[in-house]
Nanobody, 124 residues
Framework: QVQLVESGGGSVQARGSLRLACVMS????????TGWFRQAPGKEREGVAV????????DYVDSVKGRFTISQNNAKNTVYLQMDSLEPEDTAMYYC??????????????????WGQGTQVTVS
């Protein structure tokens, strides 16, 4: 079981930036993928960005392309989400998750079992 701890959330004005971090422990191998998801009040949890652990390949949902950047450290136990040009519509609780066998599509929230506690992002 992987333990994940998110940090870096906060309140910013529109067009501002935040950098989220997801620190993982309990990884048994550097495979699979780590994703950032978000959930706004009254809405379903949705995928935002993903990074494949071994290759560092990335993917994003259309609504954040060109504004968000996902990356990982050299040890591959911390994944970042750089969020620029934030919009009020980005307001949500942000969660990270990891799975050794990356699901297809990676946005399928039902295929992930390990989640962090989340970090709140509020854009006004």
């Amino acid at each position: 079981q992987v333990q994940l701890v998110e940090s870096g959330g906060g309140s910013v004005q529109a067009r501002g930036s935040l950098r989220l971090a997801c620190v993982m422990s309990g990884l048994t191998d550097y495979i699979g993928c780590t994703g950032w998801f978000r959930q706004a009040p009254g809405k379903e949890r949705e995928g935002v960005a993903v990074i494949w652990t071994s290759s560092s390949a990335t993917d994003y949902v259309d609504s954040v392309k060109g504004r968000f950047t996902i990356s990982q450290n050299n040890a591959k136990n911390t994944v970042y989400l750089q969020m620029d040009s934030l919009e009020p519509e980005d307001t949500a609780m942000y969660y990270c998750t990891h799975r050794d066998g990356c699901p297809y599509p990676w946005t399928d929230v039902t295929r992930y079992g390990d989640w962090g506690q989340g970090t709140q992002v509020t854009v006004s």
